[in-house]
């Protein structure tokens, strides 16, 4: 079976960063932050060792999905990227194979505040689109997790869902969630606008 994610043009070079495979041996750089409280207060799964996060990527290959973000050679974040088929009926099913992705991503929250997050994820979502040919990307996220869905919010996605009390939150609560998705379309539309040189404000003279 091949694998979507080979057709991209890794690593992905921002002004800043480098994004890029993960391997194995990046396990334990990604699992310095993911124990912080920051971060376990969202994700998945919290893991207690970094022999139990290793085991749990390893034995769910996951590992084919992560993409470690670099800043300085440094690992300082990791994003998800998982290639997928649209929803569609049985007549069409075929057209709707791997054209769509969800993205998840994590920031190292000794580097937070800087805007690393939102330029990695605006980098892949662009390699979505400019690389992998897709039609649609979405996110989710817990409605608590303002800071993810912020960031969704300012690279221009767009909020379709509001599940109320949907996802049971390993604190016991029963959170609210949100769902985030941007079309290949309204995504060139964006990247066009932000490329128009802005306007000079000058006012023609009356004739």
């Known amino acids: ?35 912080t409280e920051e971060v376990t207060a969202w994700v998945t799964s919290a893991p207690q060792s970094l022999e139990d996060y ?25 994003l998800v990227l998982r ?6 009926q049985a007549e069409v099913r075929a057209a709707a194979h791997n054209v769509q992705a969800e993205v998840g991503y994590v920031l190292d929250p000794a580097v937070a505040g800087h ?3 939102t330029e990695a994820v605006t980098a892949l979502i662009d390699a979505c689109f400019t690389q992998l040919g897709l039609r649609r990307v979405r996110a989710q996220c817990f409605a608590d997790n303002e800071p993810s869905w912020r960031l969704m ?3 221009g996605m767009r909020r379709e869902t ?10 016991g609560a029963w959170l609210d969630g949100f769902g985030y998705a941007v079309l290949a379309e309204e995504w060139r539309e964006r990247q066009s606008a932000r490329s128009m040189p802005p306007s000079t404000g000058t006012i023609a003279p009356e004739t």
């Not at 290639?83 to 569609?88: G, K, Q, R, T």
Request: proline content about 4%; cysteine-free; overall charge negative.
């Open 83 to 88: 290639v997928e088929d649209a929803w569609s």
């Open 115 to 117: 805007g690393y997050a």
């Open 153 to 155: 919010e300012r690279i």
């Open 162 to 171: 509001h599940s109320v009390k949907e996802s049971l939150h390993r604190s």
């Open 54 to 78: 290793r085991s749990r990527v390893l034995d769910l290959d996951l590992l084919r999905l992560i993409l470690v973000v670099e800043l300085d050679g440094r690992v300082v974040g990791d």
């Open 1 to 35: 079976m091949t694998d979507p994610l080979d057709d991209v043009d890794w690593p992905l070079r921002t002004e800043r960063l480098a994004i890029r495979r993960a391997t194995v041996d990046d396990l334990p750089a990604i699992w310095e932050y993911w124990q």
